[in-house]
């Protein structure tokens, strides 16, 4: 795997503080490789194996970094191994005076490097020779609390940058930057900016998609502010050029979505759409802009495969979303039944794809129980390794794999979900190798290990909270036939074979529906939209997934609880509960209408004695 793999790798046990686990990074045979000795008595004996291989090897705990962003952990270990060269040089007895005044000064000026240079050393086995070849200028110095000629250094960073360049230029374009290459899908795209944004970044990046259809994200400028000339050289129309600092901390989610409704807008603004309508295709965008989150994650992914995903979106809708009312920019009473037309239509399209291709002559035969070969749990990957055991846990698969005509026979791999979607992505995080099966098994068990302890940590999190008992809910806990009723408003229940084992609690699977067309019984659509009550996340399952509404009942102690609590925070205040509407002050004529109304009423319940009692009325008469 390459460098940034392999601080990715590592990043979840730093941002938990972990002080426990060892880790080194080394790059062995042009690949860059995370082990994690275990157990402790054993690190001295795995270390010295690894340093035989890369003299260059850098160990660390998370605790180390306290719980630093990417960008931090990146650049330190990179400087970490530039002082390790310069301590294996200075162990042969060479003069290193220049040389440790070059890790110093790289050490103090590293963020003024462009991601190009600090990548580039990432592909050798000796940055620092690199670094001494590009910049031959002695940079020691005998100033008194100078660690290098800080004079030089303005010089030294724009000098390293061209002669990177250069090389860059003269190298095999196998191993030249990821935008030379096929590209990416649209989600690794985004997971390669997600550091910039976590950090507020305010370099600008730019994502774009290449002719053959691969997604493409960099920067945009070097360190001085100067852009790239192949930036101009992009050939996308639809190209979104954004910084970290615009997105705001936002999560994978939102990032995923604003990127795509920009260049759905971009396509809007700068494409050409023939026998289209023009207030159908505005009607659209604007609806698309603000309900992008009633769509499921296939609608979405299906959309990134097009060159002109709004063309696409137009043709899959067939309901007008233009709005009688001027001050609407569409029909918002419209929008369930478009999201149901376009969930339909990719969902068949995709159906489609899936089916299999029958060839009309005899060079293959469609599978018949004769010439079907039997189904077994093995699998085998691109690297001819078969998988002998796997976990999943902790959103990720650890895998030990084996083959034994390789130069190592054993290796362990971790493949991490993507975090906002049900399967499993292509983020693999290369562990290890070896020829020894004891070493392989003890790394497969430590990370086995170390992702559930990660969960049960939120767990004991969690219940120290609210309480939680960690039981699973079944089909018998819903209101009998409850599955075919209408889940709109209602507390429902997601089936716990839906979803991962460390998630099947009742946590995760008490969910308040609050809209989509699978809310419906019998509708088009089949995505039910709500908020799980535990957290708030919104979430998102097909109707097929929910076993049904909670009995409340059957509910556990902390769900009722949390129902209270939500009821509680929707009643009106004290103050509104008491304002009382003031009456309106009666006239004058009013008085006596009413005056008069009490006399007859009066009058009315007087008991009669015989005429015997005068009125003053009668008297004065």
Not at 345 to 368: A, Y
């Amino acid at each position: 795997m390459t460098f940034k793999q392999a601080i990715e790798s590592v990043m979840p046990l730093i941002q938990a503080g972990e002080s426990g686990t060892l880790v080194i990074v080394s790059r062995q045979n042009n690949e860059w490789v995370v082990t994690y000795p275990y157990p402790a008595e054993a690190i001295p004996d795995f270390y010295s194996a690894i340093v035989e291989k890369d003299p260059l090897a850098v160990s660390f705990f998370g605790a180390d970094f306290s719980k630093r962003e990417f960008p931090f952990v990146r650049d330190t270990v990179l400087c970490n191994r530039l002082r390790e060269e310069y301590l294996y040089i200075r162990e042969s007895g060479e003069d290193t005076d220049n040389l440790n005044a070059l890790v110093s000064f790289f050490e103090a000026n590293v963020g003024s490097f462009s991601d190009s240079v600090t990548d580039y050393l990432t592909t050798i086995d000796r940055p620092l020779t690199a670094i001494q070849e590009m910049f031959p200028t002695n940079m020691a110095t005998n100033y008194e609390g100078w660690f290098y000629n800080e004079a030089l250094a303005n010089d030294a960073v724009k000098q390293i940058e061209s002669a990177v360049n250069d090389r860059m230029e003269q190298m095999n374009p196998t191993i030249q930057s990821e935008r030379n290459d096929n590209g990416m899908t649209f989600n690794q795209a985004i997971g390669k900016i997600m550091h910039e944004v976590e950090s507020a970044a305010k370099e600008p990046f730019i994502i774009f998609r290449n002719a053959d259809g691969g997604w493409h994200c960099d920067t945009t400028v070097n360190r001085y502010g100067d852009k790239y000339d192949w930036v101009d050289d992009t050939q996308d129309p639809y190209a979104i050029t954004l910084t970290g600092a615009e997105l705001a901390h936002g999560s994978f989610a939102s990032v995923h979505d604003r990127i795509l409704n920009e260049r759905l807008r971009a396509e809007y603004e700068n494409g050409f759409f023939p026998n289209t309508a023009p207030d159908e295709l505005k009607a659209l965008i604007n609806m698309v802009e603000e309900n992008i989150g009633l769509f499921s994650s296939e609608v979405t992914d299906y959309l990134t495969l097009y060159d002109r995903p709004l063309a696409a979106l137009y043709e899959m809708a067939s309901t007008s979303l233009v709005s009688d009312n001027p001050d609407y920019d569409y029909d918002h009473e419209q929008v369930s039944e478009v999201v149901g037309e376009v969930e339909g239509e990719v969902n068949s399209r995709l159906n489609k794809r899936k089916l299999p291709e029958i060839p009309l002559g005899d060079e293959q035969l469609p599978p018949t129980p004769e010439n079907t070969q039997p189904e077994t749990t093995e699998s085998r990957n691109d690297n001819g390794y078969t998988v002998m055991n796997s976990v999943s846990i902790n959103d990720s698969d650890i895998i030990i794999s084996e083959n034994p005509d390789a130069e190592y026979r054993y290796m362990v791999v971790e493949n991490r979900f993507t975090p906002y979607y049900n399967e499993s992505g292509d983020n693999n995080i290369f562990t290890g190798h070896t020829n020894d099966y004891l070493e392989a098994i003890t790394v497969f068990a430590s990370k086995v290990q170390y992702n559930a302890s990660c969960v049960q940590s939120r767990r004991d999190l969690s219940q120290s909270k609210s309480g939680i008992e960690y039981a699973e809910l079944k089909t018998a806990d819903c209101l009998p036939y409850s599955h075919n009723e209408d889940f709109t408003e209602k507390l429902i229940i997601v089936s716990a074979s839906e979803l991962k084992p460390e998630y099947r609690t009742s946590e995760h699977q008490l969910v308040l529906c609050t809209h989509g067309n699978g809310a419906r019984p019998n509708a088009k659509g089949t995505s039910v939209f709500g908020e799980e009550l535990y957290s708030g996340e919104t979430v998102c399952f097909g109707r097929h997934q929910i076993a049904g509404i909670a009995d409340p009942a059957k509910l556990p102690e902390w769900a009722v609880k949390k129902i209270a609590l939500l009821e509680a925070k929707k009643e009106p205040p004290l103050k509104e509960q008491a304002k009382v509407t003031p009456t309106k002050k009666p006239t004058l004529q009013e008085k006596m209408k009413n005056a008069k109304e009490k006399v007859r009423e009066a009058d009315a319940v007087k008991p009669d004695n015989g005429n015997k009692t005068k009125s003053k009325r009668d008297e004065r008469e």
